[in-house]
């Protein structure tokens, strides 16, 4: 993403998806999946994501020193419709050898941007962060903030792509060179649980 177009979803609608419900087979392509986020507003955004998931998360110990150690988490998201879809809360439940995390993401649609803010929170702090802005295009959901990390001021990208409505990729980076480079500190591989409702 070039920096005018950081500039205006970052800063410009600052603190302002898009996908029809899915039918047909559970497992659909890439291709279907992407066809099917062609809808002018982004109201249907997380439609797909409604329901429970086995998640796995990998996480980066320590962004932006040059560490490379990773640990793996286990768990499961719990995705619920608020507000007839205008709103959606995940819950996030995942552990591992190097502890537990409780987290939880309010996504607010915002009518006249047409876009979308994702709002964090961990358990252990109580708060919400910065949220993240942006919207999808072309199967793919791009999210960016500016905020501090370690008293300085960085770049946050925040990426969803789904290979098929059962399987979803979400990826969370940081830039500290104003986006010309970016580092990955989380990903999460979310799988469809059975008891998961279809959209």
Not at 37 to 62: A, C, M, N, Y
Not at 182 to 187: D, R
Request: negative net charge; hydrophobic residues 35%.
């Amino acid at each position: 993403m070039d920096a005018t177009r950081f500039a205006r979803s970052a800063f410009v609608c600052a603190l302002a998806l898009i996908v029809s419900p899915l039918q047909g087979h559970p497992e659909q392509s890439a291709e279907h999946f992407k066809a099917a986020v062609q809808r002018p507003d982004g109201l249907h955004d997380f439609d797909f994501e409604i329901g429970h998931w086995k998640t796995h998360v990998s996480r980066r110990l320590r962004p932006l020193t040059g560490s490379d150690t990773w640990v793996e988490l286990e768990g499961t998201t719990i995705v619920s419709k608020v507000w007839d879809g205008r709103a959606n809360l995940a819950e996030l439940h995942v552990a591992g050898p190097s502890g537990r995390i409780e987290g939880l993401s309010l996504r607010l649609y915002n009518p006249d941007a047409r876009q979308w803010s994702l709002n964090y929170a961990n358990s252990n702090a109580g708060t919400l962060t910065q949220p993240t802005i942006g919207e999808f295009k072309d199967g793919r959901g791009e999210f960016f903030s500016q905020e501090m990390f370690d008293g300085r001021p960085i770049y946050v990208r925040f990426v969803i792509s789904c290979a098929t409505r059962d399987t979803c990729h979400f990826e969370q980076a940081f830039s500290a060179d104003g986006g010309k480079s970016w580092e990955v500190n989380w990903i999460a591989i979310d799988t469809r649980t059975p008891d998961a409702p279809a959209t």
